[in-house]
């Protein structure tokens, strides 16, 4: 191994042990307890060496939401792989609901903070595209004819919806199987 692959190594193993760190501060003690005096302190790098590999705390939530997108993104896949076709929406969005509710603080760097992630365009990420195409192959189950990307779109507003409405209290938590089912529903029937 050369002295430049091992610098290189180096640089990966310490951006990664930044965004865990961030990752494992915002999970415990929500996204303000992140900061870089903090993070420094934790990983015993100074405030330079974060600097030298985010510009700001903005760059590492983004990173801890790529991330985020990934594992949401394997999450689906595998409820989607344990469903029946006939299951697969109902699959995905209970593991949506799931992971959201698991997750809140990934959720809101993916989701609900400031960023500057491209959704929807030509630059997206993979991992967004990722997670995205999953909620579209559960959606592809049940759209028949219509326009699978719209559909797709209103299914995940409504998932969306429903986290967000929940985690401020503004829902009936003893009716939380009942909208998801009637989420799935709706989305799974045909106009007509």
Same mark, same amino acid.
């Given at each position: ?75 689906? =896949?595998?409820?989607? %792989?344990? @469903? ?5 929406? #109902?699959? &995905? !969005? *209970? ?31 993979? =991992?967004?595209?990722? %997670?995205? @195409? ?5 959606? #592809?189950? &049940? !759209? *028949? ?35 998801? %089912? ?11």
């Amino acid at each position: 191994m050369t002295i430049e692959d091992r610098r290189v190594r180096e640089r990966l193993a310490q951006r990664q042990l930044i965004t865990a760190t961030a990752r494992r501060i915002a999970e415990s003690d929500g996204w303000e307890a992140v900061t870089t005096r903090r993070l420094s302190s934790e990983i015993e790098y100074s405030q330079p060496v974060i600097y030298k590999h985010f510009a700001s705390l903005e760059d590492i939530a983004e990173a801890v939401a790529v991330e985020s997108f990934d594992e949401l993104a394997a999450t689906l =896949a595998k409820a989607r %792989a344990e @469903s029946s076709d006939a299951g697969s929406l #109902a699959a &995905v !969005a *209970g593991a949506y609901i799931a992971y959201a509710a698991r997750h809140p603080a990934l959720y809101d760097a993916m989701f609900t903070r400031t960023t500057r992630l491209p959704f929807a365009r030509a630059e997206t990420p993979t =991992a967004l595209v990722a %997670a995205y @195409s999953e909620l579209s192959a559960g959606v #592809a189950t &049940v !759209a *028949g004819d219509r326009d699978l990307a719209t559909l797709t779109e209103v299914f995940w507003a409504s998932l969306h919806g429903l986290v967000v409405l929940e985690r401020g209290d503004r829902l009936r938590a003893q009716a939380r199987d009942d909208r998801l %089912a009637l989420v799935v529903a709706i989305v799974g029937s045909r106009p007509g």
